[in-house]
T-cell receptor
Framework: EAGVAQSPRYKIIEKRQSVAFWCNPI?????LYWYQQILGQGPKLLIQ????????DSQLPKDRFSAERLKGVDSTLKIQPAKLEDSAVYLC?????????????FGPGTRLLVL | GEDVEQSLFLSVREGDSSVINCTYT??????LYWYKQEPGAGLQLLTY?????DMKQDQRLTVLLNKKDKHLSLRIADTQTGDSAIYFC??????????FGPGTRLSVLP
């Protein structure tokens, strides 16, 4: 079974530039998450999709971050314009409910450095 | 608000047992999870425990839950160098989102 795919793996941009990340979840997983993981911290949820609808985006900085999940499969996360404090690893995960347990599978992440 | 806390570092000798501790605040959490993150990789689910259980054992891993004190621990028996990683405790889902702790960096010394 293929895992969660993310691209690019690394990105370096200057502040005020724009950047986009792509995620392809595991086939058949209805729920997709984007997390921000700042160095030395645990992942923080940015947005959660159920199919192509948003379930929770309460921690997404909507003035600069946006995300979409077209046709309930792939998803993109965009930052426009980027700030220095956006430097982090952006993790995508998809999940499946197995015997009542929501089991998340994570991609390798996109490491973003904003200069 | 929801908060999950962990000690940041743990060092053990190869062959010894490791115990990683976690405290959480939301008593409504249905499941509590342990994830492992190796360098440059995403998180990998190790095990989970349902909130009405006290203990769960899975090969070398033992999870203990003290619901009264909101304390969760992960014990790794016969720790190996391949166990060196960052271990995250997480609570949820309740409402919609998972809440992760800051992670415990486990170093296994030969």
């Amino acid at each position: 079974e293929a895992g969660v795919a993310q691209s690019p793996r690394y990105k370096i941009i200057e502040k005020r530039q724009s950047v986009a990340f792509w995620c392809n979840p595991i086939s058949g997983h209805a729920t997709l998450y984007w997390y921000q993981q700042i160095l030395g911290q645990g992942p923080k949820l940015l947005i959660q999709f159920q199919n192509n609808g948003v379930v929770d985006d309460s921690q997404l900085p909507k003035d600069r971050f946006s995300a979409e999940r077209l046709k309930g499969v792939d998803s993109t996360l965009k930052i426009q314009p980027a700030k220095l404090e956006d430097s982090a690893v952006y993790l995508c995960a998809s999940s499946l409910r197995i015997r009542g347990v929501e089991t998340q599978y994570f991609g390798p992440g996109t490491r973003l450095l904003v200069l | 608000g929801e908060d999950v806390e962990q000690s940041l570092f743990l060092s053990v000798r190869e062959g010894d047992s490791s115990v990683i501790n976690c405290t959480y605040t939301d008593s409504s959490s249905t499941y509590l999870y342990w994830y492992k993150q190796e360098p440059g990789a995403g998180l990998q689910l190790l095990t989970y425990i349902f909130s009405n259980m006290d203990m769960k054992q899975d090969q070398r891993l033992t999870v203990l839950l003290n619901k009264k004190d909101k304390h969760l621990s992960l014990r790794i028996a016969d720790t190996q160098t391949g166990d060196s990683a960052i271990y995250f405790c997480a609570e949820g889902p309740h409402g919609q989102n998972f809440v992760f702790g800051p992670g415990t960096r486990l170093s296994v010394l030969p």
